[in-house]
């Protein structure tokens, strides 16, 4: 028998195994070939040259219902996103705090962000987003509050309205810009922020050369502060910055940045949700710092400070930094739920309402997938480039 | 007259007290509280945090109102106080846990099924408990199966024989070798289940002791349980199968391990659900009518699969490289090697790991309410709070949820903490 021989053994398993594989590919393929045929369905994907027909209410590009559904799932795309964007940054802000904390010698605080991470992490987030949807859309005030002379509801600072119909901010403007496309300015304004990064660096390797030569590092923090807002200040003020405030036309509200509410719901339900397990990664990490470490670093005679940023985090972070990462991931995949609140992401534009519409399962489903396991396989390469960075050089 | 000199003293006094700030809960306070400036405002931002939240709260919880039919009603008990109207919870209370199509007169057999679940999970969850209570282990499933779905007790019955049959038939012909054994056992069970499938009657099930429910009228939190329950129990053998799959160093099968890996742990839950709604059926052979139920189950089973089968790969990496030399050096074949030695302790190590995907994964039982099945998400947001009674009762009934999820997820994770210390053999 073949799979007695060593020789063969793993050669022969291997065969039936392809056997297998392909007679269940066959298997199911034949169905699918069967069912298409009795359904009177092809596999084309020509349904996304047609015209969509549908609204979406947050939209980051140019979109009406005559554009075409692949403007429509370039609309979902962008707005995917848009949220698991924002939401990794305030996630990993609120998941670094309350990790911090739960490790903090006063005993109130630490107890309490104990209870915030077993709230969170052990309620569904589909139930914290349609908490907080509900809490957009039922118990902020509507615009009409607003109106008259004793309105029950008031602009936060003048500048913000929180409605039941989203939450409007002011937007900038340039007025005197040095390119006619908005676009163009706000690029301008990009180009300069990273050109302040560069010469910060430069900063930093000017403060190390010179402390290397005279074992006194020259103070940067003043340096660094105007190199990264002078510049751009200045830039803002010659092209004329203005904010345009939102304020109560007719029955709602009219100029400034709206922000849906089921935007505000997934990116708020998903940041603090996230954080929770964000917070525990980071208390580990920390944790994982042997107190060795720390004394260490104090009988050398390094101030607590720079403790922190020479010794603790640089190894704490290669702790956290994997988990982390694997979080942003679980953002993106998880901001698919954005079609409980009806926020137009990608799984709520392609894998809803155009599925819906021209009835291409296979076609719509199949898309969706490909786009989130590009985007998750863009992120583990990111992972692994990181990870062999700040791996232990060991022999 | 006696002169006494006692300046002398002829015993010890006793030590007077510790000053009182440094003792007792005025020191615990100082030291924990406000042991510096910036701890202290923080402490009273916590406390003034604490005292809103508990001030809008308790009031609430404390005038609640238990017994209204309708929020109209409850809010003219209330009288303009807060308060808050539990009285949905009460009235719905069935729908809430069975979903609103499951028969009001067999609500026992759930129930029954749940209890029986304790008695099923203890011996697997507490190994002092002892091991012949796995018999019932292994029966459960089909018992739970009849209790729950009811129809003719035959069906489960002849599933249970093929079992049953495929382990007598591995246990005769694994002595010979191992692939004997699991071809053996695969080839017995089929052939039990067809015959035996065959042998039931069509009529089986009209007449049977326990009224038929088709499984589209499985909702509340019911169906999260079962779920959560089934895809767990499922995953598991697959997720090891995985594992070994994908540490293999055999091409063709690590490759198929880890391209499904991969592609489902890189895809949301919801797309894969979006595959059991509207594309899995196109999969089956065409007369065949496989319910949306089952093709969840399937779904959900592949995508904790696929995460238990990395938790598990990294229980396999931890294993000192010994261990795999030692079982080869004691002339095991590979299976041996894998059930006597590597695997106890692989799993051991992983079991932290399983529970967390465990609780992710029944957190995520919630998604089925996107597919339009009546989960309790989807019974809160559907059948009761489109209701006119109960138009705009949120925050009672999300927070009844959030609850029931909180308590069976907390009790998993602690559940889990105390099975760590308690297999935890070295660093005593």
């Known amino acids: ?395 | 007259m006696s002169t006494e000199l006692a300046f002398v003293r002829t015993e010890q006094i006793p030590p007077s007290p510790p000053p009182s700030s440094a003792i007792g809960p005025k020191k615990w306070i100082k030291d924990n509280l406000f042991s510096s400036i910036p701890n202290t405002i923080l402490t009273i931002v916590t406390i003034w945090l604490i005292y809103t939240v508990l001030m809008v709260v308790v009031p609430w919880m404390a005038n609640g109102v238990w017994n209204t039919s309708s929020l109209t009603e409850c809010r003219e008990v209330l009288q303009g106080k807060t308060g808050a109207c539990f009285s949905v919870l009460s009235e719905r209370w069935n729908q809430i846990l069975y979903g609103f199509k499951y028969p009001v007169d067999s609500y026992w057999r759930p129930n029954t099924a749940l209890i029986l679940l304790a008695f099923a999970a203890a011996p697997v969850m507490f190994f002092d408990l002892p091991r012949k209570m796995l018999i019932f282990t292994a029966i459960y499933p089909f018992l739970a199966y009849w209790l729950i779905w009811g129809g003719t007790i035959l069906g489960p019955l002849v599933a249970l024989l093929g079992f049953v049959a495929g382990g007598f038939a591995f246990m005769r012909l694994s002595f010979k070798s191992f692939a004997a054994g699991f071809f053996g056992a695969i080839i017995a069970a089929f052939a039990v289940w067809i015959i035996g499938g065959g042998l039931i009657p069509e009529t089986a099930s009209e007449n049977s002791l326990l009224a038929a429910v088709p499984s589209r009228d499985l909702g509340g939190f019911m169906l999260n349980l079962m779920l959560g329950v089934t895809c767990v129990s499922l995953s598991l053998p697959l997720g090891i199968a995985l594992a070994l799959g994908r540490q293999s160093n055999m091409p063709l099968i690590k490759g198929i391990s880890v391209v499904f890996i991969e592609f489902v742990r890189g895809v949301p839950l919801i797309t894969l659900l979006f595959v059991a709604s509207v594309m899995l059926a196109y999969f089956f052979p065409p007369d065949s009518t496989v319910d949306l139920f089952l093709r969840v189950v399937i779904m959900i089973t592949m995508f904790s699969a696929a995460y238990i089968a990395e938790v598990i790969r990294g229980g396999l990496a931890a294993l000192p490289k010994g261990q795999y030399e030692a079982a080869d050096s004691l002339g095991l074949d590979y299976p041996q090697a894998m059930r006597l030695i590597i695997l106890p302790q692989a799993l051991k190590i992983s079991i932290p790991g399983i529970v967390n995907v465990a609780v992710g994964l029944f957190k995520d039982t919630t998604l089925v309410s996107v597919i339009s099945m009546f989960d309790l998400v989807g019974m809160i947001r559907g059948p009761i709070l489109a209701s006119t009674e109960w138009n705009g009762v949120y925050w009672e009934l999300l927070g009844f949820a959030a609850f029931l999820f909180f308590v069976v997820c907390y009790g998993i994770s602690q559940y889990s903490q105390w099975l760590e210390r308690r297999l935890a053999t070295d660093h005593r």
Not at chain 1, 9 to 33: D, E
């Open chain 1, 1 to 395: 028998m073949l799979i007695y021989d060593t020789r063969y053994r793993s050669l022969t398993f291997q065969v039936i195994a392809a056997l297998v594989l392909a007679l269940s590919f066959w298997f199911l393929g034949n169905n699918l070939i069967q069912n298409l045929r009795a359904a009177g369905l092809n596999i084309s994907y020509s349904f996304l040259g047609e015209t969509s027909g549908y609204d979406i209410n947050q939209v980051l590009i140019d979109y009406d219902s005559r554009s075409t559904h692949l403007r429509a799932a370039i609309v979902g795309i962008l707005n995917t996103l848009l949220v698991a964007f924002f939401a990794c940054i305030t996630a990993t802000i609120f998941g670094v705090i309350a990790g911090v904390l739960r490790l903090s010698n006063n005993w109130l605080v630490a107890k309490v962000m104990s209870v915030y991470v077993e709230i969170f992490r052990n309620i569904p987030v589909l139930i914290w987003i349609i908490i907080i949807f509900t809490i957009m859309t039922a118990v902020l005030p509507g615009p009409r509050a607003f109106r008259g002379d004793n309105a029950t509801a008031s602009m936060v600072l003048d500048l913000f309205a929180f409605t039941n119909r989203g939450i409007y901010i002011p937007s900038p403007h340039f007025e005197s810009g040095l390119f006619d496309s908005a676009v163009q300015n706000w690029l301008l304004v990009i180009a300069f922020l990273v050109g302040s990064f560069f010469a910060t660096r430069r900063v930093s390797a000017w403060a190390t050369a010179k402390q290397e030569a005279t074992g006194v590092r020259p103070s940067t923090f003043w340096i660094n502060l105007a190199i990264w807002f002078v510049p751009v200040i200045l830039l803002m003020l010659i092209m004329g910055l203005s904010w345009e405030v939102p304020a109560l036309k007719g029955f709602n509200f009219a100029g400034g940045i709206k922000v849906g509410g089921p935007l505000i719901a997934l990116w708020f339900a998903l940041s603090i949700y996230t954080g929770a397990f964000i917070a525990e990664n980071v208390r580990a990490g920390i944790q994982a710092i042997s107190k060795g470490q720390t004394e260490a670093a104090s009988a050398l005679g390094l101030r607590p400070s720079r403790v922190m940023n020479l010794v603790v985090l640089p190894q704490a972070l290669r702790v956290i930094i994997p988990p982390l990462i694997s979080q942003y991931l679980n953002i993106t995949k998880n901001s698919s739920l954005a079609i409980a609140v009806g926020y137009a992401d990608i799984t709520a534009t392609l894998g809803g309402i155009t599925l819906n519409q021209t009835g291409r399962a296979i076609e719509c489903v199949l898309l969706l997938m490909l786009f989130y396991l590009t985007i998750s396989l863009l992120i583990s390469v990111v992972m692994n480039t990181y990870n062999n960075a700040v791996k232990l050089k060991e022999r």
